[in-house]
């Protein structure tokens, strides 16, 4: 018996399991921060998938605005239970973009039949285009024609809008002003500029100060990522995606950034000179009415929307 009691008493201490200290507040916020973001990710995962299943871009772009809603209810929370001095220094918006960005990159890795993008490019955007029709205009089924509809290539668009009046693409990376309408303000659609009042005047007043949104490097988009914004889906213009033309009301009616997201359906001006060899006077802009791009010389006036952002 002796003998037994010395071995059980050797047992127990070589498996005796050591008392771990209680995590810090550091430690229970990174914790929280990493679960949050971890619910953040699914959420943007689930609207992708649902969205590969019913294409309806309206409902993806509202889900995934619910995710960044949520993700910052939670950033919040965590910051305010242990305290700013305990938690991420990275700001909550900073931190969700980081990510979409890294949720996007799964989901283009899937459309692209499983190969991960490049981190500053994942091809393509796709047109948006689902219908199809006869050298006649007559709508017809897809299948097997090999038209943009029956195949549509490209990554799918996704946006978010920051909340800031700032809308981010989620593919190319780019962030976009947002357009008001009738508010007087600088961003208001109504607004038109020549092209070198779009720098003079238009950029100068977004990135004076502090900048717009707290940036400072607005820009006047070129040709190819003005063109990104384009839905040919779009029947009933402007051509372009929800978040780009959502309660924007009847043009008597004033709206803020906060509170619509508006798109001229006339021409916009890009950065991109039109070459014709001792002639550059003239420059792209996209014609939003059907989402065709036209050039003009860079003493017409048309709208001005600002970008940021891109590689």
Request: hydrophobic share 40%.
């Amino acid at each position: 018996m002796r003998y037994a009691a010395i071995f059980l008493a050797i047992v127990s201490s070589a498996v005796a399991v050591p008392v771990l200290a209680a995590p810090i507040a550091s430690q229970q916020c990174q914790a929280a921060l990493e679960m949050a973001s971890a619910r953040s990710s699914q959420c943007r995962l689930t609207a992708a998938a649902r969205f590969a299943k019913n294409n309806d871009a309206s409902k993806r772009d509202s889900a995934l605005a619910h995710c960044s809603t949520s993700f910052s209810e939670s950033f919040a929370k965590a910051v305010s239970k242990f305290g700013s001095s305990n938690c991420s220094s990275v700001a909550a918006k900073a931190f969700d973009r980081r990510l979409t960005r890294c949720s996007h990159d799964i989901v283009a890795a899937s459309a692209l039949g499983g190969t991960l993008p490049p981190r500053n490019g994942v091809g393509l955007l796709a047109t948006g285009q689902v219908t199809c029709w006869d050298s006649n205009g007559v709508q017809i089924s897809c299948s097997g024609t090999g038209q943009d509809g029956d195949l549509r290539r490209g990554v799918p668009a996704a946006y978010v809008d920051n909340g800031d009046g700032t809308i981010s693409d989620l593919v190319t990376g780019l962030m976009w002003e947002k357009m008001s309408m009738l508010d007087g303000s600088v961003h208001d659609v109504v607004n038109k500029y020549t092209w070198d009042e779009a720098y003079a005047v238009k950029l100068a007043a977004l990135n004076a100060g502090g900048g717009f949104a707290g940036y400072t490097d607005w820009r006047l988009p070129n040709r190819r990522e003005l063109e990104s914004l384009v839905d040919l889906e779009r029947d009933n213009y402007p051509a372009v995606g929800a978040a780009f033309n959502n309660n924007c009301p009847l043009s008597t009616v004033p709206c803020t950034i906060q509170a619509c997201s508006c798109t001229s359906s006339g021409s916009n001006w890009t950065s991109s000179t039109a070459r014709v060899q001792g002639q550059e006077d003239s420059a792209w802009a996209v014609f939003f009415y059907n989402g065709s791009v036209v050039t003009d010389t860079k003493s017409t006036s048309f709208v001005v929307r600002a970008v940021r952002g891109g590689s």
